[in-house]
């Protein structure tokens, strides 16, 4: 008697997709890691099919990502867990990792290959904040917004569109918070870089939140949101960080704002002229 094929194993004329499954104290999480489907991502550099060395290099990294997300970062855990499901590689940009989530695949978060846990971790703890808003999008609008692209964004090196900064903004939040218990952790992270991710992000997206909240294109529950985004921010940026990390973060963020208007011009959100 034949017995049926393993879906789960490669065989002639079939090659399944790999599922991670890693489990840290109470927590488990069992992702697809999908390098077959031709829809698996819109608009990204997905790669090809993975060989068996390349797959074992993503399973270690989730097992040291997720054992951190596990033990230091349960809430951050938790939502991963119940929001993402599948895992797209990516190839890397030069110089620097690249990960995305999309509101046509939602649960699905594409990365490239993460050098080591603790980037692995910060970059789910991000995209998962995407995942939730657009899961909220699709619920209840948050803005009008016209789609022009004039304003700054912290993270980019191009102009963004209101709708585009909610998102980012979203999602830096989660990053602020990733580094904000991470900082804590000098077994696992360098401290100083730590602090400096913290201050960075936590100030660069409040700043980010103060535009959302004067471009009046906020619905009524936008506006709800954001000023709970905000909230958040400001409770944070009571906290204590050394004062060379503050001034490291600082000295970034102008040169990124600098480098910024140099490539696009004035800030967009100052000086643009809305009917151009």
Not at 58 to 81: G, K, N, Y
Not at 93 to 104: F, K, L, Y
Not at 177 to 189: M, T
């Amino acid at each position: 008697m034949q017995l049926p094929v393993d879906l789960r194993l490669d065989d002639d004329g079939w090659q399944c997709i790999r599922q991670l499954t890693v489990r840290a104290g109470e927590t488990t999480i069992s992702l697809l890691l999908d390098d077959l489907d031709p829809y698996r991502f819109p608009e990204a550099h997905a790669t090809g099919r993975l060989d068996g060395v390349a797959v074992e290099r993503w399973r270690r990294a989730l097992v040291d990502a997720w054992t951190l997300l596990a033990s230091h970062h349960p809430e951050t855990a938790e939502e991963i867990a119940a929001g993402v499901t599948v895992l797209v590689p990516l190839h890397a940009a030069p110089n620097h990792d690249v990960s995305a989530t999309s509101r046509h695949c939602f649960g699905a978060v594409a990365l490239s290959q993460p050098a080591h846990g603790s980037l692995f971790a910060g970059a789910l703890a991000h995209e998962r904040q995407h995942v939730k808003l657009s899961a909220l999008l699709d619920l209840v609008p948050l803005m009008s917004d016209p789609g022009w692209a004039h304003w700054y964004a912290p993270w980019r090196d191009d102009p963004r569109s209101l709708a585009a900064l909610l998102q980012g903004a979203y999602a830096h939040l989660g990053v602020a918070g990733f580094w904000r218990r991470q900082r804590h952790l000098g077994h696992n992270e360098p401290s100083g870089r730590a602090h400096v991710e913290f201050v960075r992000w936590r100030d660069e997206t409040r700043d980010v939140v103060s535009t959302l909240l004067a471009s009046g294109a906020l619905t009524p529950l936008g506006v709800r949101f954001v000023d709970g985004m905000a909230a958040t921010l400001d409770a944070w940026r009571e906290e204590p960080v050394p004062t060379a990390a503050e001034q490291q973060a600082r000295a970034v963020a102008h040169r990124h704002r600098l480098a910024w208007q140099l490539r696009n011009g004035r800030i967009g959100d100052e000086t643009k002229d809305h009917d151009e």
